[in-house]
């Protein structure tokens, strides 16, 4: 009797799972179709762990009742066949048990804690942009830690950057009253999907509000890169060597004198600004690791919570 009660539990589940999959297959083939498709590239990107999470959840749950049919695909299971699939029942169930205690509790702490939560959000904002990103920049836009920069170049990257600093405050300042329903649904996300799906949600979240350190980050990435390559491509000109793209090898080849005058009058200046550009690529990079190390906090406690979820 027991066991049957279990059973309908478990397909009952199973069946919700189901429609919540569905419905997220479904969604997902909207946005793929047409001028849809940016969008759920933007989405991707924004919510790309929560909706990995939600995946792995929802398949969990579909596949809990073959699970609980105790063997399998077989009709008459070997006692090492009934073992295994008792220690992946087993682990299935505790482990989504225990990820929906974990994200209960999360949510009651958010729910009660929702404006000082909202305080500490719009505080860290405030410190990040202020503290460290515009007087960063102003710090740059000197003579950081001795070296001499170019005045110019350092004066049109920090300008550049505290212009998309100012754009991204002046949007927070547009999204800043929708934080508290942003935390209450974080809130609610816990006690019905587990904890690591809210600590997906919150890990993007906190990437979607440090969004400007990523983009700068990118564009920095992208001048310092094609900056090395170029002087990359100046030294084999000196050397008398060329790439061949085709075979995927370096071919000597005689260049003429105008090449070398041309050369050396471009390698110059791209390596004396390569220090500016240097140091606000090094001082990003450092910014952007560091917001991206919740991120690798959450893909930690993500793995451990689906390999007790599949542990046979």
């Not at 009952?12 to 297959?25: D, H, N, P, R």
């Not at 482990?95 to 209960?104: C, H, N, Q, T």
């Amino acid at each position: 009797m027991i066991n049957c009660i279990w059973i309908m539990v478990a397909a009952s589940v199973a069946f919700v799972a189901t429609l919540f999959y569905i419905s997220l297959q479904f969604t997902a083939r909207i946005l793929h179709n047409g001028a849809l498709l940016f969008l759920n590239q933007i989405f991707l990107k924004l919510f790309g762990n929560t909706w990995i999470n939600l995946h792995v959840r929802s398949r969990q749950l579909i596949y809990w009742p073959v699970i609980l049919g105790g063997s399998g695909f077989r009709f008459q299971p070997t006692v090492a066949v009934a073992h295994r699939t008792a220690l992946l029942r087993h682990s299935i169930w505790s482990a989504i048990a225990f990820d929906i205690f974990l994200g209960s509790i999360g949510g009651l702490i958010l729910i009660i804690h929702c404006e000082a939560t909202c305080n500490w959000v719009l505080c860290l904002v405030h410190d990040i942009t202020d503290d460290i990103l515009r007087s960063g920049c102003a710090w740059l836009m000197g003579v950081p830690a001795g070296f001499k920069l170019n005045t110019k170049l350092a004066e049109t990257l920090g300008m550049f950057s505290l212009t998309i600093i100012q754009v991204w405050s002046t949007l927070w300042f547009f999204v800043k009253p929708l934080l508290k329903y942003g935390i209450k649904v974080l809130a609610v996300s816990g006690f019905f999907l587990g904890f690591t799906i809210q600590a997906a949600l919150f890990v993007d979240i906190l990437l979607l509000t440090t969004l400007h350190i990523s983009t700068l980050h990118w564009l920095l990435a992208l001048v310092y890169s094609h900056q090395i390559q170029a002087l990359a491509a100046l030294l084999r000109l000196f050397r008398g060597q060329k790439r061949n793209h085709l075979r995927a090898r370096i071919d000597s080849y005689d260049y003429s004198v105008e090449q070398h005058v041309v050369g050396s009058l471009v390698f110059t200046p791209l390596l004396l600004l390569l220090p500016t550009t240097s140091v606000f690529y090094i001082f990003f990079t450092i910014l952007n690791t560091a917001s991206h190390q919740l991120d690798s906090n959450h893909l930690i406690l993500s793995l451990m919570f689906h390999r007790m979820s599949f542990l046979s």
